[in-house]
């Protein structure tokens, strides 16, 4: 069954031209058929290099959203409408337009998991990896960093001559991780690494061997030669590593590390996307224009 339903996808893909890009939070089948499987900023930038005339984002909304921003030709679809983002949904641009009239000699720096018109409406992006690099370029000295609190926490923690005005955002998922669950595996599991995504709470990120992005977490954990390595990010994350790491044991810091948003997708939606090109992802220009310039900024930092 599974095999006709692969096969179908493959059909469609040939037939639509289209290109399937999945996250790493995706659930194995959904990754297995992908194309390309990466972290959203990642995935982003190959949908803007990709031939293709369809983009099916195997993601939540503003990862789609950011694809159709970078790709406006494209047609970018999202197999399970209401795959959504918590911590995206939790900034709205009347808020924002708030605390910009607050501090109005602050530069707004948005996290990318975040929707079009928080981008269109802030000065720079930026990801969980290159986060320190943006905030250290800016001249400002005041930064409303939107929307993940954890994220903003970091930064400020090492960059200490600017004032971060943080957002009382957060991932639902990784805040579920509490420092004494790691201060318990730690003492179960001495010899093994502990690696962490910094949208978990400071006190995680303090115990954590290494903090990093998705991609980081991934390079990191093929480079080291410890075999034990516990995992502090969405679960989704362990199908690449153990296929990639044969030789290692892989584990989960948290059982409470499933975003159920990033699990709506299965093939059964992948087919049905491509077969009723659905559902098509929509941004407005002026908010797209004013968007991809946010992100054009974070770009040229280097
Ligand atoms: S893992 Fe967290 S940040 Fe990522 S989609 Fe789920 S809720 Fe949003």
């Not at 999202?78 to 605390?99: H, S």
């Not at 954890?150 to 971060?164: F, M």
Request: hydrophobic residues 40%; glycine residues 4%.
């Amino acid at each position: 069954m599974r095999n006709i339903l692969t096969e179908k996808i493959q059909k469609l893909k040939r037939e639509r031209n289209a290109i399937i890009l999945a996250h790493n939070y995706q659930v194995p089948e959904v990754q297995d058929i992908a194309d390309i499987v990466g972290d959203s900023y990642s995935l982003s930038r190959h949908a803007a290099d990709t031939d293709s005339d369809v983009i099916v984002f195997c993601g939540v909304h503003f990862m789609a959203e950011s694809a159709k921003i970078l790709s406006p030709d494209k047609t970018v679809l999202l197999p399970v409408k209401d795959a959504g983002c918590p911590m995206a949904d939790m900034v709205t641009l009347p808020e924002l337009r708030q605390m910009k009239e607050k501090y109005p000699y602050a530069a707004v720096v948005c996290y990318v998991n975040s929707s079009a018109e928080i981008k269109a409406e802030s000065d720079i992006c930026c990801t969980s990896s290159n986060a320190l690099k943006v905030v250290r370029n800016i001249s400002n000295k005041q930064i409303i960093f939107v929307p993940d609190e954890n994220l903003g926490s970091y930064v400020a923690s090492k960059v200490k001559d600017k004032e971060i005005i943080l957002w009382k955002g957060f991932c639902i998922t990784h805040k579920r991780v509490k420092a004494e669950e790691v201060k318990k595996i730690r003492q179960l599991h001495p010899d093994a690494k502990i690696l962490v995504h910094p949208e978990c709470e400071p006190e995680v990120q303090k115990l954590a061997d290494f903090l990093g992005s998705t991609s980081e977490i991934i390079k990191y954990a093929g480079e080291i030669p410890e075999r034990d390595i516990i995992i502090g990010t969405e679960e989704g994350v362990l199908h690449i590593l153990r296929r990639q790491n044969p030789g290692k044991r892989f584990s989960l810091l948290s059982p409470g590390l499933i975003c159920t948003n990033m699990k709506k997708t299965r093939l059964e939606d992948v087919h049905n996307s491509l077969s009723s090109m659905q559902y098509e992802i929509h941004v407005d220009e002026k908010i797209r224009q004013k968007a991809l310039r946010s992100l054009k900024e974070m770009l040229k930092v280097k």
